[in-house]
């Protein structure tokens, strides 16, 4: 069976920066699942919005539902957006994503 034993990786010496990388990986597949399920939502938003903006009349000048399906379409695409870009974020790790999941210890924190 292929299972990851956290375990048995540090006891054969996986560094801390290793370390850092899988978590900052597996979260970043987090992100890009998290973004895919949020995909599958998008049809259905839209099919609504159309739905709302084919039955707008000339003469209203409000129309609560259009409005309502073209804010949630677009917090839908700009969520999207920003899931993306933070999982390339995360898969690259960084120096700053380091320090997120592993910040730098004092001197004093080593030594006691």
Same mark, same amino acid.
């Given at each position: 069976?292929?299972?990851?034993?956290?375990?048995?990786?540090?006891?054969?010496?996986?560094?801390?920066?290793?370390?850092?990388?899988? =978590?900052? /990986?597996?979260? *970043? +597949?987090? #992100?890009?699942?998290?973004?895919?399920?949020?995909?599958?939502?998008?049809?259905?938003? %839209?099919?609504?919005?159309?739905?709302?903006?084919?039955?707008?009349?000339?003469?209203?000048?409000?129309?609560?539902?259009?409005?309502?399906?073209?804010?949630?379409?677009?917090?839908? =695409?700009? /969520?999207?957006? *920003? +899931?993306? #870009?933070?999982?390339?974020?995360?898969?690259?790790?960084?120096?700053?994503?380091?320090? %997120?999941?592993?910040?730098?210890?004092?001197?004093?924190?080593?030594?006691?």
């Amino acid at each position: 069976m292929a299972r990851i034993d956290l375990t048995a990786a540090l006891e054969n010496h996986m560094s801390k920066k290793q370390l850092v990388l899988v =978590v900052s /990986r597996a979260f *970043a +597949l987090l #992100l890009i699942t998290w973004a895919l399920v949020e995909v599958t939502y998008l049809p259905d938003r %839209l099919f609504a919005l159309i739905h709302h903006l084919n039955l707008r009349c000339a003469l209203a000048t409000y129309d609560y539902w259009s409005r309502y399906y073209l804010i949630l379409t677009f917090s839908s =695409v700009v /969520r999207m957006i *920003a +899931l993306v #870009l933070a999982a390339a974020l995360f898969w690259r790790c960084g120096p700053r994503v380091e320090t %997120l999941f592993s910040p730098p210890q004092d001197d004093r924190e080593l030594s006691a």
